[in-house]
Nanobody, 125 residues
Framework: QVQLVESGGGLVQAGGSLRLSCAAS????????VGWFRQAPGKEREFVSAISWSGGNTYYADSIKGRFTIARNIAKNTVDLQMNSLKPEDTAVYYC??????????????????WGQGTQVTVSS
């Protein structure tokens, strides 16, 4: 089990940028997929992006492709989500989640067993 802590959320105007960070408490992300999901009020939790810590393979939802970038920070043992050109529809609570690499990559939130507490991102128009 991995304990996850997100940081970096906040309020930004449309077109602005934010950088979210997901840190693992007590262990490294070795042998894990680390994903970012988001949930807006009244909507289901949806996949945003994921990365394989060992291989560095990245995955993105179509809605954010070209605007968001996921990356490993090996020195800090974090997975960061750089969000550019933010839109009001990006407003949501953003969660990071982890899944053992050996279980394979998935975009289904129910298949991730370790979650952070979430961080609010609000984009004003």
């Amino acid at each position: 089990q991995v304990q996850l802590v997100e940081s970096g959320g906040g309020l930004v105007q449309a077109g602005g940028s934010l950088r979210l960070s997901c840190a693992a408490s007590g262990r490294t992300f070795s042998n894990y997929f680390v994903g970012w999901f988001r949930q807006a009020p009244g909507k289901e939790r949806e996949f945003v992006s994921a990365i394989s810590w060992s291989g560095g393979n990245t995955y993105y939802a179509d809605s954010i492709k070209g605007r968001f970038t996921i990356a490993r920070n090996i020195a800090k043992n974090t997975v960061d989500l750089q969000m550019n050109s933010l839109k009001p529809e990006d407003t949501a609570v953003y969660y990071c989640a982890a899944r053992p690499t050996g279980w394979g990559m998935t975009r289904e939130s129910a298949r991730y067993n370790d979650w952070g507490q979430g961080t609010q991102v609000t984009v004003s128009s």
